[in-house]
């Protein structure tokens, strides 16, 4: 008899051994995940149109998603008119009803709230920047309601059967984190773990995706309850790197790079890649969940390379006999 999709999962992320490598892949391959998000949700990213906090969405017509081209909170001395949703407005929640039932034995992972993007959606890049120096105070303010925010959620999604709770935001550039690792652990890092403790205490294992060379704030991240990193690029901060100084005391689950090597690999580079992935990040006993990027079309991945990406991480989940480095 086969191992529930939820059980596959839970198992891999806490390290206590599943008979397969877990996968989130397009449909004709399969997934072990359901997701829920609040609906509409505080956090949501727009093709195009104004969100609920007033910042104007635009698409340049290549990925799914559009950029902020207008924030509504320029100056701080209008924070008292910006549109602050009301996150416990019922009609958010409708779209739990059932959701543990319509999951079925699936891992069942629920959105949350970004603190450091919906900062920026808020602000401004640069602003956001400059406030970590200038009014942190109110910086700390307004990434404190997102907080308060997140743990209503949690609540919510856990009470609705969820497993996990996930969070959304990029900190990394090509080759360093985007603000002072030092700033990072001042400001967020005692927000991420009250969120982290909060996802924990209600049953919820946490997922965080975190883009660019983000290498300077996992180990903080693990100390403050991570148990899941969805990181679409390893390249840039290496294999080898990523698995011995952080596989076996977190889950990474991934696809092969998004920008490197399924952009512009060959099928037979992909597939190697893939094993040096699993090979490296992954232990006998969990560490690794396999997955693909969705917007395939916005990040110039083929659909041949999507298949060879997908075919091999299912050859290596059945693989019993894998080597693994570590």
């Known amino acids: 008899m086969s191992m529930a999709s939820r059980d596959v999962v839970l198992r891999t992320i806490k390290f206590i051994g599943a008979p397969r490598i877990p996968y989130d892949l397009p449909k004709q391959y399969g997934s072990d995940f359901y997701r829920v998000c609040m609906d509409p949700s505080p956090d949501a990213r727009y093709n195009s149109g104004v969100d609920e906090w007033g910042a104007v969405w635009h698409n340049l017509g290549v990925s799914k998603l559009g950029q902020v081209k207008d924030v509504p909170l320029k100056d701080w001395k209008d924070f008292d008119r910006l549109s602050i949703p009301n996150i416990e407005n019922k009609e958010r929640?409708?779209?739990?009803?059932?959701?543990?039932?319509?999951?079925?034995?699936k891992f069942l992972l629920a959105r949350g709230i970004a603190l450091y993007e919906r900062v920026h959606f808020i602000r401004g890049l640069e602003n956001t920047w400059i406030d970590i120096y200038e009014e942190r105070e109110k910086l700390e303010h307004l990434i404190d309601i997102l907080v308060e925010m997140n743990i209503y959620a949690i609540k919510q999604y856990s009470a609705a059967?969820?497993?996990?709770f996930i969070i959304f935001d990029d900190?990394?550039?090509?080759?360093?984190?985007?603000?002072?690792?030092?700033?990072?652990?001042?400001?967020w890092k005692p927000r991420y773990e009250k969120v982290f403790r909060a996802s924990h205490d209600a049953g919820l294992l946490n997922f965080l995706h975190c883009c660019g060379h983000i290498i300077a704030i996992l180990d903080d991240l693990i100390e403050v309850g991570l148990d899941v990193i969805q990181m679409d690029q390893q390249q840039n901060m290496g294999l080898e790197i990523l698995?011995?100084?952080?596989?076996?005391?977190?889950?990474?689950?991934?696809?092969?790079?998004i920008q490197g090597i399924m952009a512009s690999g060959t099928t037979d580079e992909i597939r190697t890649y893939c094993r040096q992935m699993v090979?490296?990040?992954g232990r006998p006993d969990g560490g690794f969940i396999a997955k693909w990027y969705e917007d395939f079309e916005g990040a110039g991945h083929s659909w041949e390379a999507i298949d060879a990406m997908c075919d091999e991480f299912l050859k290596i989940s059945s693989d019993r006999n894998f080597e693994y480095r570590y």
């Open 93 to 105: 929640w409708g779209v739990l009803e059932g959701v543990r039932d319509r999951a079925g034995d």
């Open 171 to 187: 900190w990394g550039l090509q080759d360093k984190l985007m603000i002072s690792p030092n700033a990072w652990r001042e400001i």
């Open 161 to 164: 059967g969820a497993d996990g």
């Open 243 to 257: 698995g011995e100084s952080f596989g076996g005391r977190i889950c990474f689950w991934c696809p092969a790079d």
């Open 279 to 281: 090979r490296n990040m």
